[in-house]
Every structure is written in structure tokens, then in C-alpha cells.
């Protein structure tokens, strides 16, 4: 079922984070709405993880407010409707004994009740998203033997197992080569425009998908949301503002 | 050799230890798995030392050792879950305090209690002619209950073996389960010190799993393999003990140890 649009999916009012006495994020608001494709950019330790991670509750916000789906993130239930991928997504350990099945299977768990037996519905959805991520053949392969852009997809699948609404991904391409990348980048496209699933992208790479997002957000302690990514990123104050690496720019022109 | 090993059942002790022999073997090998993957190797080790305390204060006060040491390695498990969330301390400092901690106190106990003998002894490294028929009920008793509980959380465990946070994310009760987790390992610790002895029980929790690690295989035929290693290593150990006088846990122990030098072996073909 569409979400409503009313709602937003995330709504965040006066968000702070402050650790022993540092201000990391300070008075973030924001509006997320369904099957918007966001890109997050800034400098390191400008905030990004952070932010994503008090969505998520993984960290407490020292004040503000976050609202998921429309309820309190701590009266926020229906967790499955989020599939994150966190950053060290492709570091998988080498010895873990799981195959590509197994791994992608786990997207299903927190939807089990005791003792339930996997459903026809548990494993098409498993299916549907390997297919999805392309990783059909790769099933009985051992995760440890993956490349970083094969686990990539792994780890995508799996949150795409619980069916979620929203796929948040914190820098999930480190250790990725090129081609992998833009492989993912065009299966993530495919699952925001055809899936109208809604897209957090943390992103380093921001120039190679600027045609596909909506929104950008910037964040270095403070937030800046621009709803015209592509002329903000051709604009050289913000670059500079945000200690953004040149390299993102670059990469923009050559793209077109 | 082959008459021999059958010879031995006809005795009930051997009986009565093989019973609980076997019960451990699985208990120890399921809930290794989980303690492995999540990098927690040393905890049973910790519990088995703090269950140490239990034994001493069940043979000074003349309450039944096995029961005390099952209590007794419940709140150390909860003592160390509790610091690590509440401190920041590092788990494995944590567990290295708790460890000579408990065993501290279990010396102290049965220093003045006076009862440093053959009893403790086989608390220490095991003995297949000390278990009990009371022993084998309590053992399979609270086993059968260890055991449901892993098998009734296994999913949840291995995501969160595979990675806390994203579980904790997709919904899973994680604080709750790492509790529940520990107290179950707490159990089933406390349970083999009987027959593998608190000082050696760590190696059977966690070197079946380690082995079965060694060929590669999905979660599924990796558990299964761990087990099939765990009774192996208990049978081969019995009838070890049992024919050359030795202390149960060791021989055990030396039967793992030896599935783990072949693993690593066959497996780097």
C-alpha cells in the first residue's frame, strides 16, 4: 500500500546531537515524503552517519524530535518498512558461515512470530529481491567468497527482503570498483522509479547519480537542503562552503 | 577393541554419564555457534569460573553443587551483560575481571569451608564416575529448556551474529536477546561442569564450532557439523576416560582438539 502523502516518512523538528560537549548536529529539520530519492552529502565527521543513525535509532538526539511514518520514533513499530545498509555493508567477515540465501533470508526474521515456518510469501520475497539486486545465480554462494560489489547487492537484498518502504544506505561502496558502482547505482534508480521505493542515499559519489535523485541534503553540523541538486552541485560557493571534495563537481561535468 | 566399548555401558555410572554426555554435547555445540560469531568466545570461559563459585558454596553449605553453580553463573552472565551496556569497559576486559574475580571468591569459599578434595577435583576437570541419577534429571531438565529457547530464537541470534545493528534496526529485540542469550549459555555451563569440568568446558562450546568453521558451509550444515563434532569429541572422551582412569574433561578435550588440528588440515586442501 502507498504511503500516504500527507505524511511524511521521516519528519524531523529541531534536531541536536551533541557528544561530551561537541555540537555534531545542531537544529536539523527535515521532511522526507515517499518515493523521494535523497542524496546526503558533506565533509567527514560533518554529521551524515549521525543523522541516518538517529533516524534509525541507533543514537539518541540530545534534543528535537523524529517522526517515522507519522509516530514517535519510540512508539515506532513497524521496522520493517526500513531496510538500512549500513556502512561497512561489503566488509562482510570472510569466515561467516552464510550463504548469499541465508544472508538475504535474514530480511524476513523480525516479521516471524515463534516457531513460524518460512511462508510461500517469506520466500518470494527473498526471491524478489535477489532478483532485483541480480544476485539470483549467486544464491548458495558463500558470502565470504563474494566480491565487495557482489556483497554490495547481498546486503541490499537483504534489506529489500522485508519488503521496506524506505532503503537508507550509509556509504555502502567503499572497497567497490567502478563498474560495480555504477551497476548498483542503476539498480538503485530502477528501485526508486519503478518500485517507488524511497531512497537515503549517503553518497560520496554524488555527481555520477545526480539525475537521478530529487532532493540533496548537505550536512556539516547544520543541514541545507537543496530540491535542485543538479545546480547546486554545479554551484562552486556550496563546494566550498561544505568542504566538499572537488572531485564530486568533477565528476558531474564529466558525467554530462 | 570393539567388545570393549560396549562392555562399558554395562555399568549404570556410565550409563548415567553418557546420558549427560551426549545432552551437553549438544547443548554445548548449538549455543558455541552463537557465542563464536558474535566474537564471544572468552564468556564461557568467565561463567564457567563464576559457576566455580556456586560448586564451592553448594559443597560448604551442603546444597546441591550442580543447582548452586546454575544460579551462580546466571547473575555473573547478567553482571557482565549489565556492565557492558551500562560502562564503557571493554568486553573483554570485563570478562578477564570476572573470570579471576570468581574463581577468587570460589578459593576463598572453600578454603574456609575446608573442603579442598577429590570432590572439588572433579568439579574442576570432570569425572564420569561422580554423575549423579539426580544429576542426569537436573541436566536434562534445564537442557531441554536451554535447548528450546536457542532453537525457538535461532534466526534472531545468527542475524544478530551477523550484524547487531542492522537487526536492531529491522526490529529485533536485541538487549532482550543478548540476555537471553548469556543466561542460556550460563545454563548450559554451569550444567557441564559435571562431566566436562568448569576449568575445560570453554574448549567444547567453542571448538566444534571453530572446526566445522573450517569447511565453509552455510549456517545450517555449519551447526550441524559443530554437533556431529561435539558428540564425536564427548564419546570419544568417555570411553578414553573410562579406560585409561584420566579426568573426563581432558580427554574430551584432547578428542575436540584433535577434530580441530584434522579440520584445519583437511580443509586447507
Redesign the interface.
Known amino acids: 500500500m502507498p504511503t500516504n502523502f500527507k505524511v511524511p516518512i521521516f519528519d524531523v523538528k529541531n534536531l541536536s546531537y551533541e557528544i561530551n560537549g561537541v555540537n555534531i548536529l545542531s537544529n536539523i529539520s527535515l521532511e522526507i515524503f515517499n518515493a523521494q530519492y535523497i542524496a546526503i552529502i558533506g565533509p567527514n565527521g560533518g554529521g551524515k552517519t549521525t543523522l541516518v543513525r538517529m533516524l534509525?535509532?541507533?543514537d539518541k538526539a540530545s534534543s528535537g524530535e523524529i517522526r517515522i511514518f507519522g509516530k514517535k520514533l519510540k512508539d515506532f513499530?513497524?521496522?520493517?518498512k526500513?531496510g538500512?545498509v549500513?556502512q561497512r555493508a561489503s566488509h562482510v567477515d570472510a569466515?561467516?558461515?552464510?550463504?548469499v540465501?541465508?544472508?538475504v533470508s535474514?530480511?524476513r526474521?523480525?516479521q516471524?512470530g515463534?516457531?513460524a515456518k518460512t511462508t510461500e510469501e517469506d520466500k518470494e520475497a527473498v526471491d524478489s529481491a535477489m532478483q532485483k539486486m541480480d544476485i539470483v545465480d549467486l544464491k548458495?554462494k558463500?558470502i565470504?567468497?563474494l566480491s565487495g560489489g557482489q556483497r554490495q547487492r547481498v546486503v541490499c537484498a537483504?534489506a529489500l527482503a522485508?519488503k521496506p518502504e524506505v532503503l537508507i544506505l550509509d556509504e555502502p561502496n567503499t572497497g567497490v570498483d567502478a563498474i560495480s558502482q555504477n551497476r548498483f547505482y542503476s539498480l538503485l534508480k530502477e528501485l526508486n522509479k519503478v518500485q517507488k521505493i524511497t531512497i537515503v542515499f549517503i553518497t560520496h559519489d554524488v555527481g555520477v547519480i545526480a539525475d537521478d535523485i530529487a532532493r540533496l541534503f548537505t550536512v556539516n553540523q547544520k543541514l541545507t537542503t537543496c530540491n535542485n541538486p543538479k545546480q547546486a552541485l554545479s554551484c562552486k560557493e556550496m563546494s566550498e562552503l561544505y568542504g566538499i571534495d572537488a572531485h564530486l563537481l568533477h565528476n558531474h561535468k564529466h558525467g554530462h | 577393541m570393539g567388545i570393549n566399548v560396549l562392555e562399558i555401558f554395562e555399568y549404570e555410572f556410565m550409563q548415567r554419564a553418557f546420558l549427560a554426555g551426549m545432552i551437553i554435547a549438544v547443548l554445548a555445540s548449538v549455543s558455541g555457534t552463537f557465542i563464536v560469531l558474535r566474537r564471544y568466545s572468552m564468556i564461557s570461559e568467565t561463567l564457567a569460573h563464576s559457576a566455580l563459585v556456586g560448586v564451592a558454596v553448594g559443597i560448604v553449605a551442603g546444597y546441591n553443587p550442580l543447582w548452586m553453580a546454575v544460579i551462580v553463573a546466571i547473575i555473573s552472565a547478567w553482571i557482565i551483560e549489565y556492565l557492558r551496556g551500562h560502562f564503557s569497559l571493554y568486553s573483554d576486559a570485563i570478562l578477564a575481571i570476572m573470570l579471576s574475580g570468581s574463581l577468587a571468591i570460589a578459593v576463598i569459599i572453600v578454603s574456609l569451608g575446608g573442603a579442598f578434595n577429590n570432590s572439588l577435583f572433579s568439579y574442576l576437570f570432570g569425572s564420569i564416575l561422580s554423575v549423579s541419577k539426580e544429576d542426569v534429571i537436573t541436566i536434562f531438565v534445564f537442557g531441554s529448556l536451554a535447548l528450546g529457547v536457542l532453537l525457538l530464537y535461532a534466526k534472531e541470534l545468527y542475524f544478530i551474529a551477523y550484524d547487531e545493528e542492522v537487526a536492531q534496526v529491522s526490529g529485533i529485540k536485541i538487549k532482550f536477546l543478548n540476555f537471553l542469550l548469556v543466561t542460556v549459555v550460563a545454563i548450559i555451563i554451569a550444567l557441564s561442569i559435571r562431566v566436562v569440568g568448569s576449568l575445560l568446558i570453554g574448549a567444547l562450546m567453542v571448538i566444534p564450532t571453530i572446526s566445522a568453521l573450517q569447511f565453509k558451509l552455510g549456517f545450517f550444515k555449519t551447526s550441524i557439523l559443530s554437533l556431529v563434532f561435539a558428540i564425536i569429541s564427548v564419546a570419544c572422551g568417555m570411553i578414553f576416560s573410562y579406560y585409561f582412569s584420566l579426568p573426563s574433561g581432558a580427554t574430551i578435550v584432547l578428542s575436540v582438539l584433535s577434530i580441530f588440528i584434522l579440520s584445519l588440515a583437511v580443509s586447507k586442501k
Not at chain 1, 95 to 99: E, I, S
Open positions: 534509525l535509532g541507533l513499530k513497524d521496522w520493517y526500513i538500512y549500513p569466515n561467516f558461515p552464510g550463504t540465501l541465508d544472508i535474514m530480511g526474521t523480525s516471524k515463534f516457531f548458495n558463500m565470504g567468497t537483504r522485508s
